[in-house]
């Protein structure tokens, strides 16, 4: 995939460009369908596909004191698109000046102007430009005048709500891992570099990978059953996210322990896949308390994890 960070990246015209636009947060399987007609329509105008997303999203830029997390982060989202097969991915830079464009000067000077679209497939409720003044309707009067067809899609899934990046983030918040999946397809993972903790985990027993995740969206605190991959090795896991409320803990952290494994962790890059949600986070009287509730979690990860392997991602 040839990934564009501006439109003055790509100098001319892609070839019969079969266009989709989106935030695409997460790349759930509505999102895969959505990519999976941009590129039969591709085939059929013998020309590229092409996603054309924004960074930073634009919720980021227009509403900053929201309590917004990604799923992804922007460069897991690259992949995944990358893994669907599409050609060509245009990263515009979202800023202000951007959202204030009009809808018909956006797809005029734009979409087909600059990128060379001459089809687009769009989701059954999308909206865009300026105070999202872009619908399905305008859409089919700009393509009738500039030459490109128009797809929409109507809602992707067997619920109400369908596959949505909301309904994901819901449940990822909320802990089910083990339910994201039939949204995702794949489990929900995070990533990141194992660093220096306050080294409990060791003198409890069980020693951890402390790892700071680069991800902005977390389960809800408490301890799952993982599988972390790193150095090209996979272990089995069994991880904790939350405070430490037992010692006083105030930062939230996201710390794994790798069933039968004894080594130096510290530096590397893991990550975990999430299986399933083993417990709540809570607050133990006292460190043998402690102890046996972190030997009973270990047990039933163990037993989790024994017929069980990751799902990953399939475009």
């Known amino acids: 995939m040839i990934t564009y960070r501006s439109l003055d990246e790509i100098g001319g015209k892609l070839r019969n460009a079969a266009v989709t636009i989106g935030n695409f947060d997460g790349v759930h399987l509505g999102h895969r369908e959505i990519f999976r007609r941009v590129l039969d329509l591709s085939a059929r105008l013998d020309g590229v596909s092409v996603v054309i997303t924004f960074k930073p999203h634009p919720l980021k830029v227009l509403a900053p004191g929201r309590d917004f997390r990604l799923i992804t982060t922007y460069e897991e989202k690259e992949r995944l698109i990358a893994e669907s097969g599409i050609d060509c991915l245009v990263n515009l830079p979202f800023s202000r000046r951007l959202a204030s464009i009009p809808a018909g000067e956006f797809v005029r000077d734009l979409l087909v102007g600059r990128i060379g679209m001459k089809g687009m497939i769009v989701g059954y409720d999308y909206a865009f430009g300026r105070n999202r003044e872009g619908d399905a309707s305008l859409l089919g009067i700009l393509g009738a005048e500039l030459g490109f ?6 809602q992707i899934g067997s619920d109400d709500e369908g596959f949505s990046s909301s309904m994901v983030r819901k449940m990822i ?3 089910d891992v083990k339910g994201v999946v039939r949204l995702l397809g794949r489990n929900f993972s995070v ?7 306050f080294h409990r985990g060791r003198t409890l027993g069980f020693p951890t990978a402390n790892i700071r995740v680069e991800e902005e969206l977390l389960p809800e605190p408490g301890v799952y059953a993982v599988k972390v991959e790193g150095d090209g090795c996979e272990w089995d896991g ?3 996210i939350g405070t430490n409320p037992t010692f006083h803990g105030a930062m939230v952290t996201v710390e794994v322990h790798l069933l039968d494994f004894d080594g130096d962790l510290y530096g590397k890059r893991l990550r975990v896949y999430f299986i399933d949600r083993v417990r709540d986070e809570r607050t133990f009287p006292g ?3 402690l102890k046996d509730a972190i030997r009973q979690d270990v047990s039933t990860c163990r037993e989790i994890l024994r017929n069980s392997g990751v799902i990953r991602y399939h475009g």
């Open 287 to 289: 460190i043998h308390a």
């Open 149 to 154: 067809t128009v797809e929409v899609l109507e």
């Open 238 to 240: 069994a991880c904790n």
């Open 173 to 175: 918040a909320e802990g």
């Open 191 to 197: 990533g990141g570099k194992v660093v220096h903790g």
